[in-house]
């Protein structure tokens, strides 16, 4: 090969080379700058996504002032405006976009319980990305808590409490709890009777052994139980002309009478009605007649004749909670049990001067549990687990002693308060779990220590305590708040 033909054959493969190097050059760039496109692109998209949930969370914020403005429509249902457009503008920049509110206001017997609020955001950089927030408006409710007591308060070693845990007074925690436990109170005496010798005259608003303290917390704002009976003559008409109304001598369902007038069962502690309730939606309503008694003991009335014990009762018939009206209100002393379909609330207060209590007779659940079923107790004073109680119960709800406590009474098998013949068993219980909320204006009490240092004596041994996460914010109608503001207690995006 001679010098010129080598020379053109080396000239030939460096142009080769060129070209390759050239093309793969240019495959490199035009994905680079593909790349760059799609992800200027894409950020734009994103800045348009998030331009979009902030012009949707100032919706819901415009409408939550809306309402400040107007808080008949809480009281009324009357005055609300959906569906609104709002237009969010910023300062510097000028429009951002807008957005599209709709409310809709969840009512019971008539009576608002809740707005939800809906606001979809657009941004006008890219009309495309939509996104959509809900928030619930109404004021917090007592279901938000696992315990809530109005007095000093002291949580055993063996309590599991799953949810928040609150007291007006001061709380000795030495059980394990998952969530916040609040006290309304800096200082507070613990004595003897809280587990405290000698008596600790400066105890801090929550104080104990409690491997949760990372997460006690006082003093805390007080729950106003004085605002819940403020509300039975409400309740009375309400259940009266929409719900089911037991005088105690007469039974109305949504307004109409059922059947003839009976002797009262009313104002005494021996007679009332004992509620059943059925996972198709109905309640079986019995007349209690005649009652037996035991002796018992509480920190409210001392030993005392405790009439838990139904002797003898009569139908009155089975009946269904109007549709949109699921408040029972007793004007007499109250036996509940079953299970519940639906979001029911019932109510045992007296308009009179005798104070209603409320039995847990048997075991409570729901016939759902994807928070369709639910079920509130107000009682006018105390809510009691009777002697004759399963030894394993469960009971679901949320329970209200507004005037007294919730608790099982102490009962002994020896001295001269010593339960009747047969019933010796029942004194000491095995476990007693609630999935739901205690609210109790005194000291809550289910077990019962004696002697010195105390020992298990009465009342059920274990105690699991469990809140309702999905009735916290979609509780029964008429559930007592635990605030008198409003505000907005679901926010999630859909």
């Given at each position: ?68 403005k107007n808080p008949t429509i809480m009281q009324t249902g009357i ?293 369709s079923a639910g079920l509130t107790v107000l009682a006018e004073r ?113």
């Amino acid at each position: 090969m001679n010098m010129e033909t080598q020379h053109s054959f080396e000239r030939g493969v460096t142009i080769l080379l060129v070209v390759a190097f050239m093309g793969i050059f240019t495959l490199i760039l035009g994905t680079i700058t593909s790349y760059t496109f799609t992800q200027a692109t894409y950020g734009r998209a994103l800045l348009a996504r998030e331009q979009a949930m902030q012009v949707a969370e100032a919706g819901v914020e415009y409408y939550r002032w809306f309402l400040v403005k107007n808080p008949t429509i809480m009281q009324t249902g009357i005055g609300l405006e959906s569906p609104v457009t709002y237009v969010v503008e910023d300062t510097e920049e000028g429009r951002i976009g807008e957005a599209t509110i709709t409310a809709t206001i969840a009512t019971a017997c008539g009576v608002p319980q809740y707005i939800n609020i809906t606001a979809e955001g657009r941004a006008d950089s890219n009309t495309s990305f939509p996104r959509t927030l809900e928030g619930r408006y109404m004021r917090p409710s007592t279901a938000e808590y696992s315990h809530i007591v109005n007095q000093n308060v002291w949580a055993g070693a063996d309590r599991n409490i799953t949810g928040p845990y609150h007291s007006n007074g001061g709380v000795r925690m030495d059980g394990t709890n998952n969530s916040d436990v609040t006290s309304s109170v800096s200082t507070w005496v613990c004595d003897s009777s809280f587990g405290c010798s000698p008596t600790n005259s400066s105890a801090p608003g929550v104080y104990g052994s409690g491997s949760g303290y990372a997460l006690w917390q006082y003093p805390a704002p007080q729950v106003d139980f004085a605002s819940m009976a403020a509300n039975f003559g409400s309740l009375a008409s309400s259940a009266y002309t929409h719900g089911i109304y037991l005088s105690g001598t007469t039974t109305r369902v949504d307004g109409v009478q059922q059947g003839g007038s009976y002797s009262s069962v009313a104002g005494s502690d021996q007679r009332g009605y004992r509620l059943i309730f059925n996972s198709n939606g109905t309640v079986t309503i019995y007349r209690v007649t005649g009652t037996s008694y035991t002796r018992g003991y509480n920190g409210m009335l001392g030993w005392h004749n405790d009439y838990g014990i139904i002797a003898t009762q009569t139908l009155v018939g089975t009946f269904s909670p109007p549709a949109d009206c699921g408040l029972i209100y007793v004007n007499a002393k109250t036996w509940v049990e079953g299970t519940v379909s639906g979001k029911v609330t019932v109510v045992s207060a007296d308009t009179g001067s005798y104070a209603v209590d409320t039995i847990l007779n048997n075991n409570i659940t729901y016939s759902t549990f994807d928070g369709s079923a639910g079920l509130t107790v107000l009682a006018e004073r105390s809510i009691l687990v009777p002697l004759l109680s399963p030894d394993m119960m469960t009971v679901r709800g949320v329970f209200v002693a507004q005037g007294g406590l919730f608790g099982r009474n102490h009962y002994t098998t020896s001295g001269s308060n010593e339960v009747p013949s047969g019933y010796d068993s029942y004194v000491q219980q095995s476990s007693l779990t609630t999935n739901g909320s205690v609210i109790s204006n005194l000291r809550v009490g289910t077990k019962w220590l004696c002697g010195s240092p105390g020992s298990y004596c009465s009342g059920y041994n274990t105690r699991i305590d469990n809140y309702d996460r999905i009735l916290a914010f979609s509780p029964p109608p008429f559930t007592p708040a635990a605030s008198t503001d409003y505000r907005i207690v679901l926010w999630r995006e859909q």
